[in-house]
């Protein structure tokens, strides 16, 4: 019955890329020539953030940028799909503010994608939370989205209510100094019996400087969590 229901839809609805309408063989599939459009992170990357290097770059079986090499990466591991740049910002902007949810597919697949590297140890699965009074504007968690099919692909539990957010002003603007100000404070440990001996993976759409990522694993691993780990669909990439 579910083979059947599912060849139905496909006959009244055909798989289109969700960026262009081109015909492609599955829903959520990008067509060529927007999946070449994006700017994948792939090897070489540094193993613990995920910084992509020069593909030229010879660094050996395990290299770490400047910033994890000195001890300072947010998270104990994170990936990012993509980088962010005028490509990605025309899927992830649309994506996040414009209420274009079908993009959440072709997303949470490039993401877990993303993980094909690494042994995701983890034992549950986090959005990254919304304040309340964002959440009610935009009527969606873009996080929470993205997470859902990640969380079936790698077989874990999602958790939705164990951290709340505080509202702040947005920090699209802000430098790094000025995110990491912003941030402190904003989350707070609901039920720390979820967290506690547990290791997490948080999902969110982009890492812009990594503070948000840095403050939320600072009050889980407050909590109790053993480890804290990251995906996102793209990241910035700034010069290190």
Known sequence: ?????????????????????????????????????????????????????????????APLCPVCASGNCELDWIRSACVYDDASRSSMLPFKHGGRTKYALFMSRAMIWALRDIDVDADIVMPVPLANKRLFKRGYNQATLLARPIARALGLKMDLD???????????????????????????????????????????????????????RRVLMRAGATAVYGVTFCRVVRAI
């Not at 609805?13 to 492609?24: E, H, I, K």
Request: net charge positive; glycine share 8%.
């Open 1 to 61: 019955m579910v083979k059947l229901f599912k060849k139905l839809t496909e006959f009244l609805f055909p798989p289109a890329c969700p960026l262009c309408d081109t015909p492609v063989s599955a829903h959520g599939q990008l067509c060529v020539d927007c999946w070449a459009a994006i700017n994948w992170i792939d090897n070489p990357k540094c193993v613990k953030c995920g910084y992509p290097f020069p593909a030229d770059l010879d660094l050996g079986g």
């Open 162 to 216: 164990s951290v709340a957010r505080r509202h702040r002003e947005n920090m699209g603007h802000k430098n790094m100094r000025e995110r990491a100000e912003n941030i402190r404070g904003v989350f707070r440990v609901m039920k720390p019996e979820n967290v506690r001996g547990k290791r997490i993976l948080l999902v969110d759409d982009v890492m812009t400087t990594g503070a948000t990522f840095g403050e939320l």
